[in-house]
Protein backbone atom coordinates (compact mmCIF):
# COMPACT_ATOMS: atom_id res chain seq x y z
CA UNK A 1 0.00 0.00 0.00
CA UNK A 2 1.51 3.39 -0.76
CA UNK A 3 1.19 6.46 1.62
CA UNK A 4 -1.53 7.79 -0.74
CA UNK A 5 -3.56 5.18 -0.97
CA UNK A 6 -3.23 4.71 2.94
CA UNK A 7 -4.27 8.90 3.21
CA UNK A 8 -7.46 8.06 0.90
CA UNK A 9 -8.88 5.36 2.71
CA UNK A 10 -8.50 8.25 5.80
CA UNK A 11 -10.03 10.21 3.82
CA UNK A 12 -13.23 8.18 3.59
CA UNK A 13 -12.90 7.44 6.66
CA UNK A 14 -13.70 11.01 7.60
CA UNK A 15 -16.46 11.18 4.87
CA UNK A 16 -18.06 8.40 6.59
CA UNK A 17 -17.96 9.99 9.85
CA UNK A 18 -18.85 13.59 9.23
CA UNK A 19 -22.20 11.76 7.06
CA UNK A 20 -23.03 10.46 10.54
CA UNK A 21 -22.63 13.21 12.76
CA UNK A 22 -19.81 15.05 13.56
CA UNK A 23 -19.31 18.95 12.94
CA UNK A 24 -22.39 21.43 13.30
CA UNK A 25 -23.17 24.74 12.95
CA UNK A 26 -20.69 27.35 12.81
CA UNK A 27 -17.31 25.78 13.37
CA UNK A 28 -18.36 23.07 10.58
CA UNK A 29 -18.48 26.28 8.24
CA UNK A 30 -15.28 27.86 9.17
CA UNK A 31 -13.76 24.12 8.68
CA UNK A 32 -15.30 24.42 5.01
CA UNK A 33 -14.22 28.12 4.44
CA UNK A 34 -10.61 27.07 5.47
CA UNK A 35 -10.53 23.71 3.42
CA UNK A 36 -12.03 26.43 0.29
CA UNK A 37 -9.24 29.04 1.16
CA UNK A 38 -6.63 25.83 0.87
CA UNK A 39 -7.57 24.79 -2.14
CA UNK A 40 -7.45 27.67 -4.27
CA UNK A 41 -4.21 28.53 -3.41
CA UNK A 42 -3.34 24.72 -4.21
CA UNK A 43 -5.14 25.38 -7.42
CA UNK A 44 -2.94 28.81 -8.32
CA UNK A 45 0.49 26.80 -6.89
CA UNK A 46 -0.41 23.68 -8.86
CA UNK A 47 -0.91 25.95 -12.46
CA UNK A 48 2.03 28.40 -11.92
CA UNK A 49 4.38 25.55 -11.40
CA UNK A 50 2.74 22.27 -13.06
CA UNK A 51 5.90 20.46 -12.31
CA UNK A 52 5.27 21.31 -7.96
CA UNK A 53 1.93 18.59 -8.43
CA UNK A 54 4.18 16.34 -10.29
CA UNK A 55 6.87 16.53 -7.79
CA UNK A 56 3.40 16.32 -4.66
CA UNK A 57 2.11 13.38 -6.42
CA UNK A 58 5.97 11.48 -6.65
CA UNK A 59 6.33 12.20 -2.52
CA UNK A 60 3.02 10.23 -2.09
CA UNK A 61 3.84 7.29 -4.99
CA UNK A 62 1.87 8.33 -7.72
CA UNK A 63 3.24 9.09 -10.89
CA UNK A 64 1.57 12.18 -12.35
CA UNK A 65 0.29 15.24 -10.87
CA UNK A 66 -2.33 14.91 -12.91
CA UNK A 67 -3.92 11.69 -11.23
CA UNK A 68 -3.06 12.94 -7.69
CA UNK A 69 -5.73 15.77 -8.90
CA UNK A 70 -8.37 13.39 -9.81
CA UNK A 71 -7.93 11.55 -6.84
CA UNK A 72 -8.70 14.48 -4.95
CA UNK A 73 -11.10 15.46 -6.59
CA UNK A 74 -13.13 12.50 -5.81
CA UNK A 75 -12.72 13.20 -1.97
CA UNK A 76 -14.08 16.83 -3.10
CA UNK A 77 -17.21 15.71 -4.83
CA UNK A 78 -17.73 12.90 -2.07
CA UNK A 79 -17.62 15.50 0.75
CA UNK A 80 -19.48 17.79 -1.00
CA UNK A 81 -22.51 15.50 -1.47
CA UNK A 82 -22.61 14.29 1.87
CA UNK A 83 -22.31 18.07 2.69
CA UNK A 84 -25.56 18.21 0.32
CA UNK A 85 -27.55 15.51 2.47
CA UNK A 86 -26.86 16.51 5.80
CA UNK A 87 -27.95 20.04 4.79
CA UNK A 88 -30.97 19.11 3.24
CA UNK A 89 -32.01 17.13 6.51
CA UNK A 90 -31.48 19.89 7.96
CA UNK A 91 -33.79 21.85 6.01
CA UNK A 92 -36.68 19.56 5.81
CA UNK A 93 -36.64 19.50 10.00
CA UNK A 94 -37.50 23.01 9.73
CA UNK A 95 -40.04 22.32 7.00
CA UNK A 96 -41.87 20.17 9.01
CA UNK A 97 -41.70 22.43 12.26
CA UNK A 98 -43.20 25.13 10.04
CA UNK A 99 -45.73 23.18 8.66
CA UNK A 100 -46.58 21.63 12.14
CA UNK A 101 -46.86 24.91 13.51
CA UNK A 102 -49.57 26.20 10.62
CA UNK A 103 -51.60 22.72 10.75
CA UNK A 104 -51.85 23.57 14.64
CA UNK A 105 -52.89 26.86 14.59
CA UNK A 106 -55.42 26.05 11.43
CA UNK A 107 -56.64 23.48 14.26
CA UNK A 108 -57.00 26.56 16.61
CA UNK A 109 -58.38 28.76 14.57
CA UNK A 110 -61.16 26.74 13.02
CA UNK A 111 -61.99 26.20 16.76
CA UNK A 112 -62.31 29.05 18.06
CA UNK A 113 -64.66 30.34 14.78
CA UNK A 114 -66.64 27.56 15.86
CA UNK A 115 -67.41 28.19 19.67
CA UNK A 116 -67.50 31.94 19.33
CA UNK A 117 -70.16 30.92 16.55
CA UNK A 118 -72.02 28.32 19.15
CA UNK A 119 -71.70 31.34 21.74
CA UNK A 120 -73.16 33.76 19.53
CA UNK A 121 -76.27 31.33 18.87
CA UNK A 122 -76.78 30.96 22.03
CA UNK A 123 -76.63 34.71 22.72
CA UNK A 124 -79.29 35.16 20.12
CA UNK A 125 -81.82 32.83 21.48
CA UNK A 126 -81.60 33.79 25.11
CA UNK A 127 -82.24 37.44 23.76
CA UNK B 1 -40.71 25.12 18.16
CA UNK B 2 -44.64 24.89 18.87
CA UNK B 3 -46.86 27.93 19.43
CA UNK B 4 -48.82 27.56 22.66
CA UNK B 5 -51.28 29.86 23.06
CA UNK B 6 -52.00 31.97 26.24
CA UNK B 7 -55.51 29.98 26.64
CA UNK B 8 -55.64 26.69 25.09
CA UNK B 9 -59.18 25.91 24.11
CA UNK B 10 -60.61 23.46 26.41
CA UNK B 11 -63.05 20.40 25.63
CA UNK B 12 -65.85 20.38 27.88
CA UNK B 13 -68.43 21.20 25.57
CA UNK B 14 -68.35 18.26 23.49
CA UNK B 15 -66.48 15.91 26.49
CA UNK B 16 -69.72 16.87 29.19
CA UNK B 17 -71.69 13.75 27.74
CA UNK B 18 -69.30 10.50 28.43
CA UNK B 19 -67.90 9.71 30.95
CA UNK B 20 -65.16 11.41 32.91
CA UNK B 21 -62.75 8.89 32.86
CA UNK B 22 -63.05 8.57 28.78
CA UNK B 23 -62.77 12.61 28.61
CA UNK B 24 -58.86 13.36 28.44
CA UNK B 25 -58.28 10.66 26.41
CA UNK B 26 -57.19 11.53 22.65
CA UNK B 27 -57.12 8.74 19.84
CA UNK B 28 -54.01 10.23 17.45
CA UNK B 29 -54.63 8.51 13.87
CA UNK B 30 -52.20 10.05 11.37
CA UNK B 31 -53.56 9.84 8.25
CA UNK B 32 -52.47 9.23 4.74
CA UNK B 33 -54.34 8.61 1.58
CA UNK B 34 -57.06 5.74 3.70
CA UNK B 35 -60.51 7.98 2.11
CA UNK B 36 -61.91 4.37 1.84
CA UNK B 37 -61.48 2.81 5.26
CA UNK B 38 -61.32 5.62 7.68
CA UNK B 39 -64.50 6.77 7.97
CA UNK B 40 -65.49 3.14 9.26
CA UNK B 41 -62.36 3.50 11.58
CA UNK B 42 -63.65 6.56 13.43
CA UNK B 43 -67.30 5.18 14.04
CA UNK B 44 -65.92 2.10 15.55
CA UNK B 45 -63.36 4.35 17.59
CA UNK B 46 -66.30 7.38 18.75
CA UNK B 47 -68.55 4.86 20.83
CA UNK B 48 -65.56 4.32 23.11
CA UNK B 49 -63.04 7.16 22.79
CA UNK B 50 -65.41 10.66 22.70
CA UNK B 51 -61.78 12.47 21.23
CA UNK B 52 -60.43 11.20 18.04
CA UNK B 53 -58.30 13.40 16.19
CA UNK B 54 -56.65 12.37 12.80
CA UNK B 55 -53.81 13.94 11.00
CA UNK B 56 -54.95 14.43 7.62
CA UNK B 57 -50.75 14.66 6.73
CA UNK B 58 -51.62 16.12 2.72
CA UNK B 59 -53.77 13.42 1.69
CA UNK B 60 -55.07 14.05 -1.96
CA UNK B 61 -58.03 11.86 -1.96
CA UNK B 62 -60.32 13.30 0.80
CA UNK B 63 -59.75 11.51 3.66
CA UNK B 64 -59.19 14.87 5.76
CA UNK B 65 -63.06 15.39 4.87
CA UNK B 66 -63.79 11.76 5.28
CA UNK B 67 -62.93 11.83 8.89
CA UNK B 68 -64.54 15.07 9.77
CA UNK B 69 -68.34 14.25 8.56
CA UNK B 70 -67.37 10.38 10.61
CA UNK B 71 -67.20 12.75 13.93
CA UNK B 72 -63.06 13.49 14.52
CA UNK B 73 -60.91 16.48 14.61
CA UNK B 74 -58.85 17.28 11.86
CA UNK B 75 -55.36 18.65 12.09
CA UNK B 76 -54.32 19.21 8.51
CA UNK B 77 -50.47 19.32 7.20
CA UNK B 78 -50.39 21.61 4.45
CA UNK B 79 -48.23 19.24 2.48
CA UNK B 80 -46.92 15.70 3.50
CA UNK B 81 -44.40 15.36 6.24
CA UNK B 82 -44.45 11.76 7.09
CA UNK B 83 -46.03 9.22 9.25
CA UNK B 84 -43.65 10.52 12.11
CA UNK B 85 -44.26 13.99 11.79
CA UNK B 86 -48.09 13.31 11.54
CA UNK B 87 -47.68 11.56 15.16
CA UNK B 88 -46.17 14.59 16.97
CA UNK B 89 -48.09 16.78 15.18
CA UNK B 90 -50.92 14.36 17.42
CA UNK B 91 -49.24 14.67 20.32
CA UNK B 92 -49.22 18.27 20.18
CA UNK B 93 -52.37 19.12 19.52
CA UNK B 94 -53.41 16.51 22.68
CA UNK B 95 -51.22 17.95 24.86
CA UNK B 96 -52.75 21.61 24.04
CA UNK B 97 -55.95 20.40 24.47
CA UNK B 98 -54.72 19.08 27.97
CA UNK B 99 -55.13 14.86 27.16
CA UNK B 100 -53.71 12.79 30.46
CA UNK B 101 -53.59 9.79 27.82
CA UNK B 102 -53.24 9.43 23.97
CA UNK B 103 -54.19 6.61 22.20
CA UNK B 104 -52.02 6.20 18.79
CA UNK B 105 -54.55 4.25 15.99
CA UNK B 106 -53.53 2.92 12.65
CA UNK B 107 -56.05 4.65 9.79
CA UNK B 108 -56.25 1.71 7.89
CA UNK B 109 -58.59 -0.76 10.40
CA UNK B 110 -55.34 -2.85 11.43
CA UNK B 111 -56.18 -2.65 15.17
CA UNK B 112 -59.11 -3.47 17.71
CA UNK B 113 -61.21 -1.10 19.48
CA UNK B 114 -60.95 -3.30 22.35
CA UNK B 115 -57.36 -3.90 22.44
CA UNK B 116 -57.04 -0.20 22.81
CA UNK B 117 -59.30 0.18 25.56
CA UNK B 118 -58.15 -2.61 27.80
CA UNK B 119 -54.67 -0.98 27.48
CA UNK B 120 -55.87 2.49 28.61
CA UNK B 121 -57.36 0.45 31.80
CA UNK B 122 -54.34 -1.47 32.18
CA UNK B 123 -52.21 1.91 32.16
CA UNK B 124 -55.01 3.21 34.57
CA UNK B 125 -54.63 0.23 37.31
CA UNK B 126 -51.09 -0.65 37.12
CA UNK B 127 -49.90 3.11 36.96
CA UNK B 128 -48.17 2.55 33.60
CA UNK B 129 -46.67 5.62 31.50
CA UNK B 130 -46.45 3.71 28.35
CA UNK B 131 -49.06 0.43 27.10
CA UNK B 132 -47.36 -0.87 24.10
CA UNK B 133 -49.61 -2.98 21.95
CA UNK B 134 -47.57 -6.11 20.48
CA UNK B 135 -48.75 -8.78 18.38
CA UNK B 136 -46.39 -11.51 19.16
CA UNK B 137 -47.38 -12.26 22.85
CA UNK B 138 -50.40 -14.52 21.74
CA UNK B 139 -51.18 -16.72 18.76
CA UNK B 140 -54.16 -14.88 17.58
CA UNK B 141 -52.37 -12.49 14.88
CA UNK B 142 -50.64 -14.68 11.89
CA UNK B 143 -48.50 -12.31 9.83
CA UNK B 144 -46.84 -14.83 7.66
CA UNK B 145 -43.12 -15.63 7.52
CA UNK B 146 -41.51 -13.12 5.61
CA UNK B 147 -43.48 -10.18 7.29
CA UNK B 148 -42.78 -11.75 10.96
CA UNK B 149 -38.93 -12.20 9.74
CA UNK B 150 -38.79 -8.34 8.90
CA UNK B 151 -40.68 -7.23 12.46
CA UNK B 152 -38.10 -9.39 14.31
CA UNK B 153 -35.21 -8.04 12.79
CA UNK B 154 -36.68 -4.37 13.41
CA UNK B 155 -37.69 -5.19 16.82
CA UNK B 156 -33.82 -6.82 17.64
CA UNK B 157 -32.15 -3.98 16.41
CA UNK B 158 -34.56 -1.74 18.21
CA UNK B 159 -33.98 -3.41 21.77
CA UNK B 160 -30.29 -4.02 21.19
CA UNK B 161 -30.51 0.57 19.93
CA UNK B 162 -32.76 1.50 22.62
CA UNK B 163 -32.45 -1.17 25.63
CA UNK B 164 -35.53 -2.24 26.31
CA UNK B 165 -36.85 -5.78 26.23
CA UNK B 166 -40.16 -5.26 23.79
CA UNK B 167 -41.38 -8.17 21.21
CA UNK B 168 -42.81 -6.06 18.14
CA UNK B 169 -41.50 -2.47 17.59
CA UNK B 170 -43.59 -1.50 14.61
CA UNK B 171 -46.93 -1.83 16.25
CA UNK B 172 -48.89 1.08 15.80
CA UNK B 173 -51.35 0.88 18.90
CA UNK B 174 -50.13 2.19 21.93
CA UNK B 175 -50.92 4.36 24.87
CA UNK B 176 -48.81 6.58 25.94
CA UNK B 177 -49.48 8.84 29.49
CA UNK B 178 -49.54 12.81 29.67
CA UNK B 179 -45.74 13.13 31.71
CA UNK B 180 -43.93 9.99 29.05
CA UNK B 181 -45.60 11.93 26.04
CA UNK B 182 -44.52 15.55 27.17
CA UNK B 183 -40.43 13.98 26.83
CA UNK B 184 -40.91 13.00 23.30
CA UNK B 185 -40.14 15.22 20.20
CA UNK B 186 -39.82 12.99 17.38
CA UNK B 187 -36.98 14.21 14.99
CA UNK B 188 -37.56 10.93 12.21
CA UNK B 189 -40.24 12.36 9.69
CA UNK B 190 -40.51 9.09 8.15
CA UNK B 191 -41.37 4.98 9.14
CA UNK B 192 -38.25 5.32 11.41
CA UNK B 193 -40.41 6.82 14.42
CA UNK B 194 -41.19 3.38 15.40
CA UNK B 195 -38.01 2.97 17.20
CA UNK B 196 -37.52 6.71 17.29
CA UNK B 197 -40.58 6.71 20.09
CA UNK B 198 -39.49 3.52 22.03
CA UNK B 199 -35.65 4.93 22.49
CA UNK B 200 -37.48 8.41 23.58
CA UNK B 201 -39.47 6.36 25.99
CA UNK B 202 -36.72 4.32 27.13
CA UNK B 203 -35.14 7.32 28.08
CA UNK B 204 -37.44 8.62 30.25
CA UNK B 205 -37.32 5.36 32.56
CA UNK B 206 -41.29 5.67 32.81
CA UNK B 207 -42.72 2.34 33.83
CA UNK B 208 -43.92 0.76 30.86
CA UNK B 209 -45.33 -2.35 29.60
CA UNK B 210 -46.59 -4.46 26.21
CA UNK B 211 -49.98 -6.15 25.76
CA UNK B 212 -51.18 -8.75 23.73
CA UNK B 213 -52.90 -7.56 20.70
CA UNK B 214 -54.09 -8.47 17.80
CA UNK B 215 -53.71 -7.05 13.90
CA UNK B 216 -56.37 -7.77 11.72
CA UNK B 217 -54.13 -8.20 8.51
CA UNK B 218 -56.91 -7.17 5.83
CA UNK B 219 -56.39 -7.51 2.06
CA UNK B 220 -56.94 -3.73 2.47
CA UNK B 221 -53.99 -3.60 5.19
CA UNK B 222 -51.78 -6.08 3.55
CA UNK B 223 -51.69 -3.80 0.15
CA UNK B 224 -50.34 -1.01 2.19
CA UNK B 225 -47.86 -2.45 4.69
CA UNK B 226 -44.68 -2.66 4.89
CA UNK B 227 -42.35 -4.15 2.45
CA UNK B 228 -39.20 -5.77 3.26
CA UNK B 229 -37.21 -2.56 1.47
CA UNK B 230 -38.71 -0.22 3.51
CA UNK B 231 -37.57 -1.94 6.36
CA UNK B 232 -34.17 -1.20 4.69
CA UNK B 233 -34.79 2.23 5.05
CA UNK B 234 -35.97 1.98 8.36
CA UNK B 235 -32.65 0.90 9.48
CA UNK B 236 -30.60 3.49 7.47
CA UNK B 237 -32.67 6.56 8.91
CA UNK B 238 -31.77 5.24 12.15
CA UNK B 239 -28.20 5.07 11.48
CA UNK B 240 -27.76 8.64 9.67
CA UNK B 241 -29.64 11.21 11.42
Known amino acids: MTAFQFLLILGIVAIAMLSIRFLRGESSLAIKRIFALLAALAAVLAILFPQLLTLVANFFGIGRGADLLLYVSIIGALLFAVATVRAKARSDARVTQLARSVALLEARLIENQETTHQSSEQDGESA | ?241
Open chain 2, 1 to 241: MTVVPAEPPTHEATTSGTPASKANIWVVIPLYNEATVIGGVIEGLLPTFSNVVCIDDGSSDGSGEVARDAGAHIVSHPINLGQGAALQTGFDYALERGAEFVVTFDADGQHRVADAAAMVERARNEDLAIVFGSRFLDDRTNPGMLKKLVLKTAVTVTNWTTKTHLTDAHNGLRVIRRDALSRIQLKQDRMAHGTEIIAQLGLTKLPYAEEPVEVLYTDYSKAKGQSLLNSVNILIDLIIR
